[in-house]
């Protein structure tokens, strides 16, 4: 908990367990894997900062590994649907040139200002919230709809955390 809010909502994930191949959707759900907005970048920025993070600021450094985690949690879940939708789940996306490329440390801010990397951390957070519903638009599908919008609850929660931090650093 940080700023009187829970870091790990307590709401179950659905299973993967009856998602049918479906190629076309594993491809867009790639960016949101390991895409310059992914589950892979979020986890690599957020570890960075708690590294990175002065040890005075003990709260916000055990926040941030505590959503890398669940950032962690996301990746294994989209990857694992990527694998049960008919990919390999390596972490590459479909760039803008229809091409598959891998992911790239280089996707990632290395800003070290704490109150300039929080603000972009919301911003990314609301990234992969537009992603995650473009892709539910696309899929017409109900257990991918669930699962996405489950992640999304705790995006959401991440934005609401990051928030409440930035408020208290003014």
Not at 6 to 29: E, F, H, R, T, V
Not at 78 to 94: H, Q, W
Request: charged share 25%.
């Amino acid at each position: 908990m940080i700023n009187g809010i829970q870091i790990n909502l307590d709401i179950p994930y659905p299973s993967i367990d009856y998602l049918k191949p479906n190629k076309k959707i594993a491809y867009k759900l790639k960016s949101a894997y390991a895409g310059t907005i992914s589950e892979l970048s979020c986890i690599s920025k957020y570890i960075f900062q708690h590294i990175s993070l002065n040890d005075n600021f003990k709260d916000i450094k055990n926040a941030l590994k505590k959503i890398a985690i669940i950032e962690m949690h996301h990746l294994d879940i989209v990857g694992n649907m990527i694998k049960k939708l008919g990919l390999v789940p390596a972490y590459t996306f479909i760039n803008k040139n229809l091409n598959e490329s891998y992911w790239e440390s280089n996707f990632i801010s290395y800003e070290l200002n704490l109150p300039k990397f929080i603000a972009e951390n919301i911003e990314d957070e609301k990234k992969a919230i537009e992603l995650y519903k473009k892709i539910i638009r696309k899929a017409d599908d109900e257990i991918i709809t669930d699962i996405l919008n489950r992640i999304i609850l705790d995006e959401e929660n991440h934005i609401k955390i990051f928030k409440s931090i930035l408020e208290n650093l003014i």
